[in-house]
């Protein structure tokens, strides 16, 4: 028998305290409220490219030491284009907005071909031409500098470590966003500015899709309830939530990234969504009681436990991810979980404390009742009682094709795809590279071990060489090195003649032209390509890669050529903020799996407590994975890559789907302990917590669908996902968990061994066996009395003969008792010894004259020298006495519905193969197909109500179970049924 759900004498006690000082419960919960709404001006934004990096990872420490051995990656490529550079009014104008670039603060210099010329022009003589012509054949400008159509350029802008992004790129656009001659384009790109960018349309997400989630919300409820109370009620818990995350994020210094914007959304579908619950029940509660205290109390004490176990289990799927090692994930996990406890404190405190304040009004909310709800509901009952050996079935193939597409998930992030393919900054990102270098730079380090190993012209043409070679790798467009700027200053010190475009061949010469490179380019240059020992040299490569796949693939490119070529020579390391983002990323599936494991063993064993059943716990876990499957199994077939936000989606939706499941077994607890029956509570369920598992479900869709809208490109898919994944959930909390909860035993044998008194009821051959000889008693005794009551004396010896049979009635009752009081006694923990042909004729001393009188004959096959067995005689004339009776009562229905039949039940026993078989075969109605699977559960029975509990089956499978036996059965309907229970042998029992 299942356990009475727990209420919580603790959730008692605040219901009781709420109610009972109403006002001082308002005012600290406003209090409170103001106490956060305080702080929420501070909130900030910070949302950037940067925070997708884990921190700890030997990449990440890798990068930045890189950083601080050669200079900060920090650079914004200014990109104009013009009909030709070298025009007169182009180029002009390219010196105008190089000066106002570099007197920017925050910029550390300027790269362009301006200040290049300037650099280069010590005679100050050169007209744009002689520019044009003298750079010609320096590859160092081609892609990166200019164009080959001479259309392009781009100005480099170094900036400091610490430069406040916002303000670089917002002074930036103040010098690009004027009109220049001979300009027909120009923006800016960059790791920076694509940073800046994820945090500005975090800002305008923030300010857009809270506020319509919150409006669409409105209006469902409205819908819904359809009175004021039913909107405003929610409206202040979710607002109230709101005000305490936001201004927790505050206070704590907490900036809203890309991850934290989702809390506010989520926070309002699923804050009203409980809210639901809790307004639905209130109308009911209403009803019952004529004051509003009385109302509130009655409302709370039934929603309370399952509300708080249903925030309970979303706060365990949102802490999951605190194992994420990506910091914006384990905001949005603790903020997340902040939001969902200070609801259900609102929920369980300040709604009841406000709703004892009102006055009833039992007329004013429609609840959930609406006709396509009862229709839908009605055909998912349907399903579940007649329907489900096609039902389950489909859902199997249903996941088979969702775990296929699982092993096609790929785990990918890419910043520029955060974007939409409209927004300017994808763009540019996309617009670049179709002449230019792309914008996304990738660092090759070269380390020797060795002081001075670049001074060697072998080992410089070394260096040469992989740097050429990089330039083949696929999304590589440009490549700069020490050797680029080397070549260019031996050029430019031999009066820009083609012929010394070219390395120099003696180490005296390498010195020479180095000391020249420093002073004519500045040690910064220097500095970002080679150390000063010149033992460690930096090859840049500009690329057009965005997705960790290509940078993966293009690290596993630049390993293979260098260990195949340089191994014994120098180390090497691929480095780059693109590469740490990418083994940032790679780390989300194991968080994943983390976070998935362990939600689903905290609700295993929230369930396990709560039901006092792995069963159940099992089951709930089946049910709520279901809906995850599906999910990953969609992105899988349709090519949806796990990112940071994708990979939100399983703790949230397993923490959400469970609720609903909650909700069922809570309700089907109750209802399965009125009176046993499975299929009515089944029923009955699902009409009272169908509706509200419904609404809620496409509240908590419409809420999350919101994120559609977003700016970002995987915010959008994230919604999209919560979507489908709420919808699978509703469908395996309708249909697939009534359907398995048919089939799940809450109960152990011995459990419903010990309800059998309490339930009620003897057997009729029970009855039939002790009626008859007390109804001989009562002749007898009647026939003294009449007598007496006439005055007549009583004959001797008819005093004798009634007094005779009395006493011979009285020990057959007492024997009849002595042998049922044998067949319940408990058994010894210790097995004996015993042949199955004695359990077989101690029950058939109890039952067989009634079968005789019932017309039915008994043919015995009982083999002699039957081997021994190991169990208890007393138990297995249980299991005996049970299928007879089922036998009988087969038997007795076919006739009842007029079928010509022999009355006739067959016991053999005979040993085969080291077992030794009992067979019981009746020639009855047989057993209907659609119930076979279901005749053993417990308490499951095809008799009209008040005629059988159902036990019997179920707890002679148990019995046989207990002496390693087995139960099992053929039927064929109108033809009879054969019960066949196996025993191994008991010189074969260890």
Same mark, same amino acid.
């Given at each position: 028998?299942?356990?009475?759900?727990?209420?919580?004498?603790?959730?008692?006690?605040?219901?009781?305290?709420?109610?009972?000082?109403?006002?001082?419960?308002?005012?600290?919960?406003?209090?409170?409220?103001?106490?956060?709404?305080?702080?929420?001006?501070?909130?900030?934004?910070?949302?950037?490219?940067?925070?997708?990096?884990?921190?700890?990872?030997?990449?990440?420490?890798?990068?930045?030491?890189?950083?601080?051995?050669?200079?900060?990656?920090?650079?914004?490529?200014?990109?104009?284009?013009?009909?030709?550079?070298?025009?007169?009014?182009?180029?002009?104008?390219?010196?105008?907005?190089?000066?106002?670039?570099?007197?920017?603060?925050?910029?550390?210099?300027?790269?362009?071909?301006?200040?290049?010329?300037?650099?280069?022009?010590?005679?100050?003589?050169?007209?744009?031409?002689?520019?044009?012509? +003298?750079?010609?054949?320096?590859?160092?400008?081609?892609?990166?500098?200019?164009?080959?159509?001479?259309?392009?350029?781009?100005?480099?802008?170094?900036?400091?470590?610490?430069?406040?992004?916002?303000?670089?790129?917002?002074?930036?656009?103040?010098?690009?966003?004027?009109?220049?001659? #001979?300009?027909?384009?120009?923006?800016?790109?960059?790791?920076?500015?694509?940073?800046?960018?994820?945090?500005?349309?975090?800002?305008?997400?923030?300010?857009?899709?809270?506020?319509?989630?919150?409006?669409?919300?409105?209006? &469902?409820?409205?819908?819904?309830?359809?009175?004021?109370?039913?909107?405003?009620?929610?409206?202040?818990?979710?607002?109230?939530?709101?005000?305490?995350?936001?201004?927790?994020?505050?206070?704590?210094?907490?900036?809203?990234?890309?991850?934290?914007?989702?809390?506010?959304?989520?926070?309002?579908?699923?804050?009203?969504?409980?809210?639901? @619950?809790?307004?639905?029940?209130?109308?009911?509660?209403?009803?019952?009681?004529?004051?509003?205290?009385?109302?509130?109390?009655?409302?709370?004490?039934? $929603?309370?436990?399952?509300?708080?176990?249903? $925030?309970?289990?979303?706060?365990?799927?949102?802490?999951?991810?605190?194992?994420?090692?990506?910091?914006?994930?384990?905001?949005?996990?603790?903020?997340?979980?902040?939001?969902?406890?200070?609801?259900?404190?609102?929920?369980?405190?300040?709604?009841?404390?406000?709703?004892?304040?009102?006055?009833?009004?039992?007329?004013?909310?429609?609840?959930?009742?609406?006709?396509?709800?009862?229709?839908?509901?009605?055909?998912?009952?349907?399903?579940?009682?007649?329907?489900?050996?096609? &039902?389950?079935?489909?859902?199997?193939?249903?996941?088979?094709?969702?775990?296929?597409?699982?092993?096609?998930?790929?785990?990918?992030?890419?910043? $520029?795809?955060?974007?939409?393919?409209?927004?300017?900054?994808?763009?540019?990102?996309?617009?670049?590279?179709?002449?230019?270098?792309?914008?996304?730079?990738?660092?090759?380090?070269?380390?020797?071990?060795?002081?001075?190993?670049?001074?060697?012209?072998? !080992?410089?043409?070394?260096?040469?060489?992989?740097?050429?070679? *990089?330039?083949?790798?696929?999304?590589?467009?440009?490549?700069?090195?020490?050797?680029?700027?080397?070549?260019?200053?031996?050029?430019?010190?031999?009066?820009?003649?083609?012929?010394?475009?070219?390395?120099?061949?003696?180490?005296?010469? +390498?010195?020479?032209?180095?000391?020249?490179?420093?002073?004519?380019?500045?040690?910064?240059?220097?500095?970002?390509?080679?150390?000063?020992?010149?033992?460690?040299?930096?090859? *840049?490569?500009?690329?057009?890669?965005?997705?960790?796949?290509?940078?993966?693939?293009?690290?596993? !490119?630049?390993?293979?050529?260098?260990?195949?070529?340089?191994?014994?020579?120098?180390?090497?390391?691929?480095?780059?903020?693109?590469?740490?983002?990418?083994?940032?990323?790679?780390?989300?599936?194991?968080?994943?799996?983390?976070?998935?494991?362990?939600?689903?063993?905290?609700?295993?064993?929230?369930?396990?407590?709560?039901?006092?059943?792995?069963?159940?716990?099992?089951?709930?876990?089946?049910?709520?994975?279901?809906?995850?499957?599906?999910?990953?199994?969609? *992105?899988?077939?349709?090519?949806?890559?796990?990112?940071?936000?994708?990979?939100?989606?399983?703790?949230?939706?397993?923490?959400?789907?469970?609720?609903?499941? +909650?909700?069922?077994?809570?309700?089907?607890?109750?209802?399965?302990?009125?009176?046993?029956?499975?299929?009515?509570?089944?029923?009955?369920?699902?009409?009272?917590?169908?509706?509200?598992?419904?609404?809620?479900?496409?509240?908590?869709?419409?809420?999350?669908?919101?994120?559609?809208?977003?700016?970002?490109?995987?915010?959008?898919?994230?919604?999209?996902?919560?979507?489908?994944? *709420?919808?699978?959930?509703?469908? #395996?909390?309708?249909?697939?968990?009534?359907?398995?909860?048919?089939?799940?035993?809450?109960?152990?044998?011995?459990?419903?061994?010990?309800?059998?008194?309490?339930?009620?009821?003897?057997?009729?051959?029970?009855?039939?066996?002790?009626?008859?000889?007390?109804?001989?008693?009562?002749?007898?005794?009647?026939?003294?009395?009449?007598?007496?009551?006439?005055?007549?004396?009583?004959?001797?010896?008819?005093?004798?003969?009634?007094?005779?049979?009395?006493?011979?009635?009285?020990?057959?009752?007492?024997?009849?008792?002595?042998?049922?009081?044998?067949?319940?006694?408990?058994?010894?923990?210790?097995?004996?010894?015993?042949?199955?042909?004695?359990?077989?004729?101690?029950?058939?001393?109890?039952?067989?004259?009634?079968?005789?009188?019932?017309?039915?004959?008994?043919?015995?096959?009982?083999?002699?020298?039957?081997?021994?067995?190991?169990? @208890?005689?007393?138990?297995?004339?249980?299991?005996?006495?049970?299928?007879?009776?089922?036998? $009988?009562?087969?038997?007795?229905?076919?006739?009842?519905?007029?079928?010509?039949?022999?009355?006739?039940?067959?016991?053999?026993?005979?040993?085969?193969?080291?077992?030794?078989?009992?067979?019981?075969?009746?020639?009855?109605?047989?057993?209907?197909? @659609?119930?076979?699977?279901?005749?053993?559960?417990?308490?499951?029975?095809?008799?009209?109500?008040?005629?059988?509990?159902?036990?019997?089956?179920?707890?002679?499978?148990?019995?046989?179970?207990?002496?390693?036996?087995?139960?099992?059965?053929?039927?064929?309907?109108?033809?009879?049924?054969?019960?066949?229970?196996?025993?191994?042998?008991?010189?074969?029992?260890?």
């Amino acid at each position: 028998m299942p356990s009475q759900i727990p209420q919580g004498r603790f959730l008692r006690i605040l219901l009781t305290s709420a109610l009972k000082w109403p006002w001082a419960t308002i005012l600290f919960f406003c209090a409170i409220t103001l106490f956060f709404a305080w702080h929420i001006p501070q909130l900030g934004f910070r949302t950037s490219i940067y925070d997708l990096a884990v921190e700890d990872l030997p990449g990440t420490k890798y990068y930045e030491k890189f950083k601080k051995d050669f200079g900060s990656e920090e650079v914004l490529l200014v990109v104009v284009r013009g009909d030709n550079i070298f025009s007169q009014k182009t180029f002009r104008s390219l010196e105008i907005i190089s000066g106002d670039l570099s007197s920017l603060p925050g910029v550390r210099r300027i790269i362009s071909l301006p200040g290049i010329r300037k650099d280069m022009d010590l005679t100050e003589q050169w007209t744009n031409a002689d520019f044009e012509r +003298i750079i010609e054949p320096v590859a160092l400008f081609d892609r990166n500098f200019l164009s080959p159509d001479k259309t392009a350029t781009v100005i480099s802008l170094l900036l400091h470590a610490d430069t406040d992004r916002k303000g670089i790129i917002e002074a930036v656009d103040g010098v690009i966003n004027k009109d220049y001659e #001979g300009v027909r384009s120009i923006y800016q790109i960059g790791m920076p500015s694509v940073a800046q960018a994820l945090a500005t349309y975090t800002e305008k997400d923030f300010a857009l899709l809270p506020p319509i989630t919150f409006g669409i919300i409105l209006l &469902v409820l409205f819908a819904l309830f359809g009175n004021l109370r039913g909107v405003v009620l929610p409206s202040i818990a979710v607002v109230m939530s709101l005000v305490w995350t936001m201004g927790l994020m505050a206070y704590t210094h907490t900036a809203l990234s890309l991850m934290t914007m989702i809390v506010p959304v989520f926070l309002i579908a699923v804050g009203t969504a409980y809210c639901m @619950h809790i307004i639905s029940e209130y109308k009911n509660s209403s009803q019952e009681r004529a004051l509003p205290r009385e109302a509130v109390y009655l409302c709370f004490s039934r $929603v309370g436990f399952p509300s708080s176990l249903a $925030v309970t289990t979303t706060v365990v799927g949102l802490a999951s991810l605190l194992v994420n090692r990506i910091e914006g994930i384990r905001e949005f996990a603790v903020f997340s979980c902040f939001g969902m406890v200070s609801l259900l404190a609102i929920i369980l405190l300040f709604l009841p404390a406000v709703m004892s304040m009102l006055p009833l009004s039992k007329s004013d909310s429609r609840g959930f009742v609406t006709p396509w709800v009862g229709k839908i509901l009605e055909g998912v009952i349907a399903l579940n009682l007649v329907h489900r050996k096609k &039902v389950l079935p489909v859902l199997g193939v249903i996941t088979l094709v969702a775990v296929a597409g699982i092993f096609f998930v790929r785990v990918e992030t890419n910043p $520029v795809d955060y974007f939409k393919k409209s927004t300017e900054i994808s763009k540019n990102f996309y617009d670049i590279y179709k002449d230019m270098a792309g914008s996304f730079p990738v660092n090759v380090v070269l380390d020797s071990k060795k002081d001075s190993y670049f001074e060697d012209p072998s !080992n410089l043409a070394k260096l040469a060489a992989i740097q050429e070679h *990089m330039t083949l790798f696929d999304g590589v467009d440009k490549t700069v090195a020490f050797t680029d700027f080397l070549k260019m200053v031996n050029y430019a010190t031999n009066d820009f003649d083609p012929v010394y475009y070219t390395l120099p061949l003696h180490s005296y010469e +390498i010195r020479m032209l180095t000391n020249t490179y420093k002073s004519m380019l500045g040690q910064d240059m220097y500095s970002r390509f080679m150390d000063p020992g010149m033992s460690k040299a930096n090859i *840049m490569l500009r690329t057009h890669v965005s997705s960790s796949r290509d940078f993966f693939t293009l690290r596993d !490119n630049i390993s293979q050529y260098l260990e195949a070529n340089f191994m014994g020579d120098l180390n090497y390391q691929v480095t780059g903020l693109g590469m740490v983002i990418s083994e940032s990323s790679h780390i989300l599936t194991s968080s994943q799996v983390k976070s998935l494991s362990i939600t689903m063993l905290v609700i295993f064993g929230i369930m396990l407590l709560l039901f006092l059943s792995g069963k159940v716990g099992l089951v709930a876990i089946a049910t709520n994975i279901f809906p995850i499957i599906l999910c990953f199994g969609f *992105m899988g077939w349709f090519g949806i890559k796990l990112s940071v936000v994708t990979s939100l989606i399983a703790s949230i939706a397993i923490g959400l789907a469970v609720d609903d499941t +909650i909700h069922y077994l809570v309700r089907y607890n109750r209802e399965f302990r009125r009176d046993l029956d499975k299929d009515r509570a089944l029923r009955d369920t699902l009409r009272s917590v169908g509706p509200p598992i419904i609404f809620t479900t496409i509240t908590i869709s419409l809420g999350f669908s919101v994120l559609l809208f977003s700016h970002f490109q995987p915010t959008s898919v994230f919604g999209m996902l919560m979507v489908i994944t *709420m919808i699978a959930a509703l469908v #395996g909390d309708l249909i697939f968990l009534p359907a398995v909860m048919l089939h799940v035993e809450l109960v152990t044998a011995w459990d419903l061994m010990s309800l059998i008194p309490s339930l009620g009821g003897i057997s009729p051959g029970v009855a039939h066996e002790l009626r008859q000889p007390l109804n001989a008693m009562k002749l007898g005794s009647e026939y003294v009395r009449t007598l007496l009551e006439k005055g007549e004396a009583v004959p001797r010896e008819d005093l004798a003969e009634v007094m005779s049979q009395i006493d011979t009635q009285i020990g057959r009752a007492s024997n009849y008792v002595d042998r049922l009081a044998a067949l319940g006694r408990k058994p010894t923990g210790v097995f004996e010894q015993l042949s199955l042909n004695g359990p077989v004729h101690d029950t058939l001393a109890l039952v067989g004259k009634q079968l005789s009188l019932e017309d039915i004959e008994i043919r015995l096959d009982l083999a002699s020298n039957l081997p021994a067995i190991m169990g @208890h005689r007393n138990r297995l004339g249980q299991v005996i006495y049970n299928l007879l009776t089922n036998g $009988v009562e087969a038997i007795n229905k076919k006739s009842r519905i007029g079928a010509d039949q022999e009355r006739c039940i067959k016991i053999a026993t005979y040993a085969t193969e080291g077992r030794v078989i009992l067979t019981v075969s009746d020639t009855g109605a047989g057993i209907r197909d @659609h119930v076979k699977d279901r005749i053993m559960e417990p308490f499951f029975t095809t008799k009209q109500k008040g005629q059988g509990l159902g036990l019997g089956l179920s707890i002679s499978r148990e019995i046989v179970r207990d002496y390693r036996g087995k139960l099992d059965f053929e039927s064929t309907p109108g033809k009879g049924s054969t019960f066949r229970i196996s025993f191994p042998r008991a010189d074969q029992c260890s």
